[in-house]
């Protein structure tokens, strides 16, 4: 199993660009979450998923959308990126409560 | 809204040296996770606990889920050079209904020295 895997590891985009962060799992997990981490304050979630097709917003949703149509994969969209979502962007599933990360996206907005 | 109030923020301590770490909320938490994350890496959970009063263990580290179910204490034995990173509590946002959405402290970063 590769666990939860994240792609791409590194980007950087001008503001008001788009883009796609894709995350997917292999361990036929339920619940799919993405987070951002910033530097002392913690990783907040933006966008989770209870099962295909359901999605709800987290703490800070504001400027990313998502979408759930396959149990593996939970793609975080930045429509018009902006400096404010400079950040390290954590992916995650879980099944029984227990949360397994994906290695993370590092994103830069210039 | 919920928050999770995590202390001390960071620790220079020298191996061999035990570490307390706690982490209390105006809310009550029905789960409490305790995650360690060294750098370039997602968080890793270390704990879980999910009742009043446990106490558990996963080899020198100890957690307990407070009485209150507001706060919740890790504690490190013999800390040694691989227990560098940040830790992190968290617990279920809103009613817990979910286990897809976590709130989590800003982290205690634990540095040690050989």
């Known amino acids: 199993n590769a666990g939860v895997t994240q792609t791409p590891k590194f980007q950087v985009l001008k503001t008001g660009q788009s883009m796609t962060l894709q995350c997917a799992q292999d361990?036929?997990?339920?619940?799919m979450s993405w987070y951002r981490q910033d530097p002392g304050m913690g990783l907040r979630l933006i966008h989770y998923?209870?099962?295909?097709?359901?999605?709800d917003q987290g703490e800070v949703p504001n400027g990313y959308n998502v979408s759930r149509s396959t149990t593996e994969d939970f793609p975080l969209r930045l429509l018009s990126a902006a400096p404010s979502q400079t950040s390290v962007y954590f992916c995650?599933?879980?099944?029984?409560?227990?949360?397994?990360f994906g290695p993370g996206t590092r994103l830069t907005v210039l | 809204g919920q928050q999770l109030n995590q202390s001390p923020q960071s620790m220079f301590i020298q191996e061999g040296e035990d570490v307390s770490m706690n982490c209390t909320s105006s809310?009550?938490?029905?789960?409490w996770l305790w995650y360690k994350q060294e750098p370039g890496e997602g968080p890793v959970l270390l704990i879980a606990?999910?009742?009043?009063?446990e106490l558990t263990s996963n080899g020198r580290l100890t957690a307990q889920f407070g009485i209150t179910r507001k706060d919740s204490f890790l504690n490190i034995s013999a800390s040694i050079p691989s227990d560098v990173g940040i830790y992190f509590c968290?617990?279920?946002?809103?009613?817990?209904?979910?286990?897809?959405?976590?709130?989590f402290g800003k982290g205690t970063k634990l540095s040690v020295k050989p």
């Open positions: 606990l999910y009742k009043a009063g």
């Open positions: 998923s209870v099962g295909a097709g359901i999605t």
């Open positions: 361990m036929n997990h339920e619940y």
């Open positions: 995650a599933s879980s099944q029984s409560g227990e949360q397994f």
């Open positions: 968290a617990g279920p946002l809103g009613d817990g209904g979910s286990q897809g959405n976590l709130i």
């Open positions: 809310s009550i938490f029905n789960t």
